[in-house]
């Protein structure tokens, strides 16, 4: 399994910006998927999840309302739609995914099975 995070960058506070995963090696359409950050000193979190199908999309509180995740099965990536980005929204961002039943839809960091490299985002103020 591989997972190539990409479109991150240097944004503005209050700007907008979208991130992918591309996965390959697995079939994508079996795999709840998932991101999560890291900032600097700072232990790895989760944002947001998405079911195989999409249907299920549970989010971190702090995220809640101005981020969006989702997936294209067709193009096995899966997207973070990020909006309203505040300076504390800077980390390097961390797809993930995992091999699931049905729409269940992991958001420990300890449930994911497989990791892309990281994506950095940083908010400037």
């Known amino acids: 399994v591989q997972l190539q995070a990409s479109g991150g960058g240097l944004v503005q506070s209050g700007g907008s910006l979208r991130i992918s995963c591309a996965a390959s090696g697995l079939t994508f359409s079996r795999y709840a998927m998932a991101w999560f950050r890291q900032a600097p000193g700072k232990e790895r979190e989760f944002v947001a999840a998405v079911s195989r199908n999409g249907g299920n999309t549970p989010y971190a509180d702090s995220v809640k309302g101005r981020f969006t995740i989702s997936r294209d099965n067709a193009k096995n990536t899966v997207y973070l739609q990020m909006n309203s980005l505040k300076p504390e929204d800077t980390a390097v961002y961390y797809c993930?995914?995992?091999?699931?039943?049905?729409?269940?839809?992991?958001?420990?960091?300890?449930?994911?099975?497989?990791w892309g490299q990281g994506t950095q985002v940083t908010v400037s103020s």
């Open positions: 993930a995914a995992k091999s699931v039943i049905l729409t269940h839809t992991p958001t420990r960091m300890d449930e994911y099975t497989d």
